[in-house]
């Protein structure tokens, strides 16, 4: 199990009052990261070429951040499953490819692909802890 370092909240799910209580694996899990959002980065990529990137789910995962010096977007409706990562975890890492033709796009990878496309407005500011 992960630890919880001093930026993360452990929580315990289970009745625990009895002497001896232990929790089963799945009734223990981390809270959000409490730490202040990264403010977003502006990451250069190559196109064709796989690369890993943090995808910083605290202010969801509809936007991947900025690449060549775009925002990027999902069109489509994020997965169950990277919803679930994204309730579970303050960062989830993908492995990303940009796609310059026909049209430029990135596809993000973890079990399952995501595509983000050029965003036509800005990037909203995260103001969640």
């Keep these: 199990m992960e630890s919880a370092g001093p930026e993360r909240r452990l929580r315990v799910d289970a009745d625990l009052s009895k002497p001896g209580s232990v929790p089963d694996p799945n009734e223990v899990r981390h809270e959000r990261d409490l730490s202040k959002p990264r403010a977003p980065r502006d990451v250069f990529v190559w196109p064709d070429n796989p690369w890993p990137y943090m995808v910083d789910t605290r202010c969801g995962i509809e936007w991947l951040g900025k690449m060549n010096g775009v925002a990027w977007r999902a069109d489509d409706p994020i ?5 679930e990562m994204a309730e579970t975890y303050d960062s989830v890492e993908v492995t990303i490819t940009l ?7 990135i596809e993000a990878a973890h079990g399952m692909s995501v595509v983000y496309k050029p965003a036509d407005e800005e990037m909203p500011k995260c103001d969640q802890p």
């Design 79 to 83: 997965p169950k499953e990277w919803e």
């Design 99 to 105: 796609r310059a033709k026909p049209e430029p796009l």
